[in-house]
Every structure is written in structure tokens, then in C-alpha cells.
């Protein structure tokens, strides 16, 4: 996993197992890697990775059973994308609207584009 420098790495790595949940790679219920197998996977101190996790707990992503492992949550789609829309609207978002401004890039642009990237996606997955 490379890591970015405008980013704590707990978050990166909370983001990382966020983005699994809501590929399916990892399904809700489901036994994840204990905080040594991530550690040892992605390169990091397994505090971190002890961070990492306590941060998902916290938002009910994620739950420990004792002497068993930590779990996706029953409901752990539905509160990622919660959680990751919020993170985009109130990170992400801003910033695209100020370089949107500085380029004169107007919403309807912005559909055009999209518009077109899934006409692309959509023929390379056939």
C-alpha cells in the first residue's frame, strides 16, 4: 500500500478497508484480516493498524469478538458509504468546486464528461 503525505496513515488504512467493504471484496459479517495479518500486509506498525481499527469501530463499521477477530458489521455497507459521502461532500467536494471555479467548468461539463468516462467503462467491460 503507498501512502500519501497529506493523509494520517491510520486514515489511509481505514479508508483502504472501507473501499473493500463497499467493493464486496470483504461482506458484511464477514471475518477481516486481525490487526497482525493487515500489519504485516500493507507494511505498518500494528499500533496503527490498532488505530485503524478502533477509528472503524467507533463508526460501528467494524466489531471485535473477543479471542475470535474483527468483523464487518451487519450493516457495514450502508454505514461506509455514509460515512464516505459525508468525507467527499465535506473534503473532497470544496476543492473540485474552487478548481471547477478557476477553470470555468460549469455542472453540465462535469455531466458530459462523466457521461462519457461510463460510455468508456461500460464498452471496455464488454
Same mark, same amino acid.
Given at each position: 500500500?503507498?501512502?500519501?503525505?497529506?493523509?494520517?496513515?491510520?486514515?489511509?488504512?481505514? +479508508?483502504?478497508?472501507?473501499?473493500?467493504? @463497499?467493493?464486496?471484496?470483504?461482506?458484511?459479517?464477514?471475518?477481516?484480516?486481525?490487526?497482525?495479518?493487515?500489519?504485516?500486509a500493507i507494511e505498518v506498525?500494528?499500533?496503527?493498524?490498532?488505530?485503524?481499527?478502533?477509528?472503524?469501530?467507533?463508526?460501528?463499521?467494524?466489531?471485535?469478538?473477543?479471542?475470535?477477530g474483527y468483523f464487518a458489521?451487519? +450493516?457495514?455497507?450502508?454505514?461506509?458509504?455514509?460515512?464516505?459521502?459525508?468525507?467527499?461532500?465535506?473534503?473532497?467536494?470544496?476543492?473540485?468546486?474552487?478548481?471547477? +471555479? @478557476?477553470?470555468? @467548468?460549469?455542472?453540465? +461539463?462535469?455531466?458530459?464528461?462523466?457521461?462519457?468516462?461510463?460510455?468508456?467503462?461500460?464498452?471496455?467491460?464488454?
Amino acid at each position: 500500500m503507498e501512502f500519501r503525505q497529506n493523509q494520517a496513515i491510520y486514515l489511509q488504512i481505514a +479508508d483502504h478497508i472501507s473501499e473493500r467493504i @463497499l467493493s464486496g471484496t470483504w461482506k458484511e459479517s464477514e471475518r477481516i484480516p486481525s490487526i497482525r495479518e493487515m500489519s504485516e500486509a500493507i507494511e505498518v506498525n500494528p499500533n496503527t493498524v490498532m488505530r485503524s481499527y478502533g477509528y472503524l469501530q467507533d463508526l460501528g463499521i467494524i466489531y471485535n469478538q473477543r479471542g475470535i477477530g474483527y468483523f464487518a458489521a451487519e +450493516d457495514a455497507y450502508a454505514k461506509t458509504l455514509e460515512q464516505k459521502k459525508r468525507s467527499f461532500i465535506r473534503r473532497e467536494l470544496p476543492r473540485i468546486f474552487r478548481t471547477m +471555479d @478557476l477553470l470555468h @467548468l460549469t455542472c453540465e +461539463d462535469l455531466k458530459i464528461l462523466y457521461e462519457e468516462n461510463a460510455k468508456v467503462k461500460s464498452a471496455h467491460s464488454n
